[in-house]
């Protein structure tokens, strides 16, 4: 199930756009200043955030850059074609002006979900990994020659469903109940206590084909990808 993140103050516009989405099949989250969205965002990794600009506190200006790694569509009463470049430049996915039709935001938030995934054959990559979304292996190009390969490693359907996961929020701590929540999608049978075994059987795989580790197990919270030292 696809999980959005709507972070606007106006109750009744928050209310009537989580009813809809629910009715659509979307889980919804509900942030209802800049600040609350941010902290949300350090437990939860939603497929997509609706953002609205006129926010208490940190505004949606300055949330925006803070968040990259989300598709984000932004709904502003803010009509003039300055706003709406300088915010898609900023990041921002679409842009939706207020008051707005709910069939066409609909048809946007499926626009910018299709873009988010990769199709067939496509290819995430972090720190020099690549994981291929068809084939389900994961690769290291060698450092001096980048065409080629130096190490090659097919996952299990659970082990690509966790790294997808990480490497679709490479900045975000993911909270394990969030983790096994969005993977359940493509392994329904993995379980809170069969995860450390998954993660630990891939973090193993990772180390055989990248010599250090990628994965790091943040105590009481969930997982990340773990940049490599400069």
């Known amino acids: ?18 009813e809809v989405l629910t009715k ?89 979900l299709r873009k988010r995934q990769p199709g067939a054959g496509g290819v995430l990559s972090f720190e020099g990994l690549r994981l291929d979304t068809l084939t389900h292996v994961v690769s290291l190009p060698a450092q001096d020659t980048p065409e080629k390969i130096s190490g090659e490693i097919r996952l299990t359907r659970t082990e690509f469903a966790i790294l997808k996961m990480l490497m679709l929020h490479p900045a975000q701590i993911i909270a394990k109940s969030t983790l096994l929540e969005r993977i359940s999608e493509d392994t329904p049978d ?10 630990s059987n891939l ?13 790091e197990a943040v105590w009481g919270i969930g997982f990340r990808l773990i940049p490599e030292k400069s």
């Open 1 to 18: 199930m696809k999980q959005i993140l709507i972070v606007d103050d106006d109750i009744y516009i928050g209310n009537m756009l989580e």
């Open 24 to 112: 659509e099949g979307y889980l919804v989250l509900r942030a209802y200043s800049g600040t609350e969205a941010l902290l949300v965002l350090t437990s939860a990794a939603p497929d997509l955030v609706l953002l609205d600009l006129m926010l208490p506190g940190l505004s949606g200006e300055e949330v925006l850059p803070r968040i990259r790694e989300f598709p984000v569509i932004v709904l502003s009463a803010k009509a003039d074609l300055d706003s709406k470049v300088n915010l898609l430049l900023e990041g921002a996915s679409d842009y939706v002006t207020k008051p707005f039709e709910m069939k066409e935001l609909l048809a946007r938030i499926t626009a910018a």
């Open 190 to 199: 993995c379980t809170e206590h069969s995860l450390k075994t998954h993660i």
């Open 203 to 215: 973090r193993k795989k990772l180390r055989d084909i990248g010599g250090r580790e990628y994965i």
